[in-house]
């Protein structure tokens, strides 16, 4: 049985994640997504937990009416040694055969190593207006950003008081010019 990878912060998840769901579904038997990063929370950068990433995705994908007999939704926690980046997730995740990244970072720790996982270039959706630091700024700058994201999405953060959340967040985490401190440093 083929499997899928999709991994990232999910910052919120957006509509290209909810778009790259149904290509990984379109071409392989199984998707696997994994929650990058969850051990971070409440930053600019990141500023939901794990628990409420799974929740935007769960929550996206019933109403995107996909099978969730054929998803997983992981969280995994960063790994601050990149040599061996790809056997953490080996040993965190079910088994997989791709892996979707436009990171081309990921791409060549993936191609760099002895292993036999086939990366995939997916193909974004609106990336200028569908990435998670852009919805973000939008909410800070009272900007549109709902056309951006799930309904499903949308609704838990409005029911999470997520925009004050980030409001809040980005005006305690920047310094005198107006950038971002991280606590900690991720992006």
Known sequence: MSSG????RFQPFHNGHLKLAHQILDECEELIIA???S????TFSNPFTAGERIYFIHNSLVESKIDLSKVYILPILNLENN?????HLRSMLPKFDSIYSGNKFVQELVSSGS???????PVFHNKSHCNGTNIRMNIVMNKE????VPNAVHKTILDLDGVKRIKVLFETQKDGIGEIRQYPEVK
């Open 83 to 87: 040599a061996i980046w790809i056997q």
């Open 145 to 148: 950003w709902r056309d951006f």
């Open 35 to 37: 929650v990058g990063s």
């Open 115 to 121: 292993e036999t996982c086939v990366v995939h270039s």
């Open 39 to 42: 051990q971070f929370n409440f």
């Open 5 to 8: 990878l999709m991994i990232g």
